[in-house]
Structure formats: C-alpha cells, structure tokens
C-alpha cells in the first residue's frame, strides 16, 4: 500500500517526457473536453443527461473546429507571406 | 433548485455570498454544491480536479511556479495551490522545461481560470436565489 502511494506521489515530481511533434497537439482536446464540460454545468438551467452530453458535445465540437480552422489559416497567411 | 427556507439560505446577503465564493475557491465545485446544484458541483469538482492533476502529472509540481505569471491563474484552482509551490521550492526543488512545462502550465492555469468562472457563478446564482427569496 505505502508503495503504491510512493509511486503514485513520485509521478508529481519528475515531468512525463513529451517531444515537440504534431501529436502532441492532440493534448489539447482533453483540456477542450474539460473546458466545454465544466461552461455547460455552469450554463444549463435544467439539467438532464441527455441534454447535457448534447449540449458540450456541440460546444467541443465547436472549439475544435474554430481551432482547426484558425490553425489553417495560419498556415495559409505563413504561406503566402514567407513561404 | 435549493430549499430557500432552510441552511445557508438564512444567512444574509453578503455572508452567503462570501461564504459561497470563498468555499467554490478552495475547493472546486463546492460553491455550486452549497446553493443546492449537485449536479453542477460534481462535474466542476470532477472537470477541474482532472485537469489539475493531468498538468501536474505531465509537469510535475515544478510547473507551480511564484515567479511565472502562470501562478498566479493556477492560484485560483484552490489556495492550496501555494502549498505545492512550498512544497517545491522547500522540499522537492523539481525543475521542468520545454513542451512538459508548456502543457502542464496551460493544463493548470486553464484549470484556475475555469474555477474563477465557477466561483463567480455560484456567486452570482447564490445572490439570484438570495433575491428571489426576499420578494417573496
């Protein structure tokens, strides 16, 4: 038991090693999830499962294509601009 | 909906809203589960704690740093937040760099940032439920 304690605490002291690749944007979408999740609990009046999951559903839908479609767009303007 | 005609309720104005926000600041959620929205309360409590401990464990506790600007939206996760920066600074003297310490630091402050939404949010139902039960 104290080594699992021991090892769980010693996972908060030395970083995971995460190179600079293109799958590493992937960490946004859980911070995405999180943030659609925690806007729509604050959001919603009446509260029903159903309505809640559809609701930040779209929301994370929505942040992760505005993301994709600002990161495009930056590409292009880098493009044309520099090259 | 709470039941306005019992607990917290017959505080008055100011008290049950400081009361509310501070409680919401310390712990996650807390606030919402003081003016009776469980549901709500839960999925901060459970939303937030997530991507504290996520960053964290991507950066370790290095990424609470007082000498970021970082710290001080990771303050607003909890006023706990300080002791780990003790801990770190006294103890630990972990150190972190590059894409880790990005993400933790974007992972935690996001974090802090959504728990300040929250605590102005129980705090401002706490004061619409407050309102509605003194023109009644």
């Known amino acids: ?83 | 909906m709470a039941d306005k005609s019992s607990g917290v309720f017959r505080l008055g104005s100011l008290p049950l809203l400081f009361l509310v926000g501070f409680a919401g600041w310390w712990v996650p959620g807390l606030g919402h589960l003081i003016i009776g929205k469980k549901a709500s309360a839960a999925i901060i409590f459970g939303s937030i704690l997530s991507a504290i401990f996520v960053g964290l464990w991507i950066s370790s506790i290095a990424v609470i740093d007082t000498h970021e600007p970082w710290y001080w939206a990771q303050l607003f996760n909890s006023p706990l937040i300080a002791l780990l920066s003790y801990l770190n600074g006294e103890v630990c003297h972990c150190s972190v760099f590059g894409r880790p310490r990005e993400i933790g630091q974007i992972y935690t402050g996001v974090a802090g940032m959504l728990n300040l939404l929250c605590v102005v949010n129980a705090v401002y139902l706490a004061h619409k439920m407050h309102s509605a039960k003194e023109s009644e």
């Open chain 1, 1 to 83: 038991m104290i080594m699992h304690v021991t090892s769980i605490l010693a996972s908060f002291v030395s970083p995971v090693d995460i190179g600079t690749t293109p799958q590493s944007l992937l960490l946004a979408l859980p911070l995405i999830a999180v943030i659609a999740v925690v806007y729509k609990a604050t959001k919603l009046e009446e509260f029903t499962f159903a309505s809640f999951v559809k609701e930040s559903a779209i929301l994370f839908g929505s942040i992760s294509v505005f993301m994709i479609l600002a990161a495009v767009g930056l590409y292009l303007v880098m493009q044309f601009t520099v090259g």
